[in-house]
């Protein structure tokens, strides 16, 4: 089978990790990628297999689709929420120019067993359905994750082009069993089409993370943004004596986390900015950590939990999302989402207590291998993009 991968609007490092699997495997003959910018891991954009794409010089020609009666459906249902957004251009200059890209990758030819996938149920998803609404009946698929899943928080109530997008594909891979039952209660047409299958890592001979004996260390790692709520971790730990947090990341946000923590305070924060992953498994490796913290309003399932545990290390984090599935009794301390401070002061007291023995971390290690191991993950994945592939085919020769 072929892959078209629509990665338009994408972060490529958070796909890279998928690629390199389909490009691995011997039931994927060749993908073909399409995106704003060149890939810049030269594995994959020059794997035999792979040819890449960069938008950026579509045809003026839009793909003839019944657009205005797209937008006018978009806005009788949601037109109050555009108007309290001003969201106006999603409507107009981004689906012309998404209808574009959809022409663009109909251009270079659709073979019969080719399947359409977005990473994310966004830009890539939406021009995915466009090309479904022209008339192309090759098997169409994304995944979802936490932005273009939970339409409250950064999404204001509502996500652009939501039903049409949903409706318009086959199937909808969420990565959290939270994730499919949100949509199947929003959306009940979904559920018969809406299958889990999580995401991985992967997974080495890493090293179990040793607990500090002295100083208490605690990490987050993650892109800072609004929903990541890194002040809020500040405020929760900052009287915490003989401790020191660490996050590893940056993001449009960054500078004002950097001035939000320069306040008095008994915490000490490093905040090294944009790490790699080999960083981040470097970092793990060499210092002895109590245990990862997030406090985010809005989750997935997220990979830096995975990361950080496939080293032993504990997790305290909000019941947000999908991270109820990642983060157990056994392996660290979910708290409510009205938490307090005390709450996240006796979460990280509980992690220093009870996940400081070897054995402790030994069995959140275990945990990741058993469950989140990308390997066995993106062949079940791949599995299942070939076996419905073949139906697809067979309903449709």
Not at 42 to 64: I, M, N, S, T, Y
Not at 365 to 378: G, M, P, V, W
């Amino acid at each position: 089978m072929t892959i078209i991968f629509v990665a338009h609007n994408c972060n490529l490092s958070f796909i890279i990790t998928e690629l390199r699997f389909m490009l691995g495997s011997d039931k994927v003959r060749a993908v073909k990628v399409f995106t704003d910018f060149p890939i810049e891991d030269l594995e994959v954009a020059f794997h035999d297999k792979c040819r890449v794409f960069v938008f950026g010089k579509e045809p003026k020609k839009v793909l003839e689709l019944p657009r205005r009666g797209i937008i006018a459906k978009e806005i009788l249902s949601h037109g109050f929420w555009y108007l309290k957004t001003r969201k106006w251009k999603e409507l107009f200059l981004y689906s012309r120019d998404h209808m574009k890209k959809a022409r663009f990758i109909l251009d270079q030819g659709i073979p019969d067993d080719t399947i359409l996938y977005s990473f994310w149920a966004g830009s890539g998803a939406f021009i995915n359905a466009c090309l479904k609404q022209f008339g192309i009946k090759n098997l169409a698929i994304t995944r979802l994750h936490a932005f273009d899943v939970y339409e409250e928080g950064d999404n204001h109530g509502h996500i652009p082009w939501r039903t049409f997008v949903l409706k318009q594909l086959d199937y909808l891979i969420t990565i959290s069993e939270h994730g499919k039952r949100y949509l199947a209660q929003k959306y009940p047409f979904t559920h018969s089409k809406t299958r889990t299958i999580t995401l991985g890592i992967p997974l080495k001979e890493e090293s179990i993370n040793s607990a500090p004996e002295h100083e208490q260390q605690i990490v987050s790692c993650s892109w800072v943004g609004t929903r990541k709520n890194l002040t809020r971790v500040f405020d929760a730990l900052k009287d915490f004596k003989n401790t020191t947090w660490t996050h590893l990341g940056d993001g449009e946000d960054f500078e004002t986390l950097k001035n939000y923590v320069n306040r008095p305070a008994s915490l000490k924060v490093k905040l090294p900015g944009r790490f790699t992953q080999q960083e981040i498994s470097a970092f793990y490796s060499e210092n002895k950590i109590t245990c990862f913290i997030s406090l985010s309003t809005n989750e997935g399932l997220p990979v830096s939990m995975m990361e950080a545990m496939a080293f032993g290390i504990p997790v305290v984090s909000t019941d947000v999302g999908g991270c109820a599935e990642i983060v157990t009794p056994e392996t660290g301390v979910l708290l409510p989402k009205n938490y307090t401070n005390e709450d996240v002061l006796n979460a990280v007291n509980t992690c220093a207590k009870e996940f400081s023995s070897p054995e402790a971390r030994k069995r959140i290690q275990d945990f990741i291998k058993a469950n989140f191991d990308a390997e066995k993950n993106y062949r079940k994945f791949i599995g299942f993009l070939e076996e419905e592939n073949n139906k697809h085919l067979a309903l449709h020769s």
